[in-house]
């Protein structure tokens, strides 16, 4: 990385860590490097900050969370429940269960989607290129199987829910 972007990582990362529940400023520091870099870039650069926090989060919490046997109940357990801090039924639905896939659609209060609306975002780039990955690599680290999807077309605004999938391959 060059020593420009390394600055530009570097904006990013801070504003990704002093953020509390509001994204906004976050956005605005996103869209201002994206002038001079592209929004894609600055999205990986926000993609690769999401990231360093949830595998620094599982470094110190992996090993106290109690598994029940079944993956998938596990990675939506300790991602939505015990790191997001999400449940059914306040937050969201579980419209399917299975041993090998779980569909749940969310409701919940989320950032990403107010700071989104408040600057005149499309949530499905900026989900798909900043968080949907990181919700994979989490996912992996608990089962290497599991597989994360987001249905981009059942996405808040467009939508009343977010619909998203954790699948177990086998």
Known sequence: MT??????YQRIKQQYQN???????????VLSVADTI????????????????????????LEKFN?????????????????LGVSVPADGEIVKQTDSQLITRWWNRCPTLDACQKLGLDTREFCR?????????FLAKLDPRLRFERNYEALRPH????????????
């Open 67 to 83: 598994r029940t046997g079944n993956a998938v109940l596990d990675g939506y357990r300790l991602f939505y429940e015990v790191y």
């Open 129 to 137: 290129k900043a968080y949907h990955q990181p919700v994979q690599i």
């Open 38 to 61: 592209g929004l894609d870039q600055t999205l990986a650069y926000l993609e690769q900050c999401v990231i360093e926090k949830r595998l620094a989060w599982l470094d110190e919490n």
């Open 19 to 29: 953020r509390m529940e509001d994204s906004t400023e976050l956005f605005q520091t």
């Open 159 to 170: 939508t009343a829910y977010c619909e998203e999938i954790i699948t177990l391959e086998e």
């Open 3 to 8: 020593p420009n972007m390394t600055n530009y």
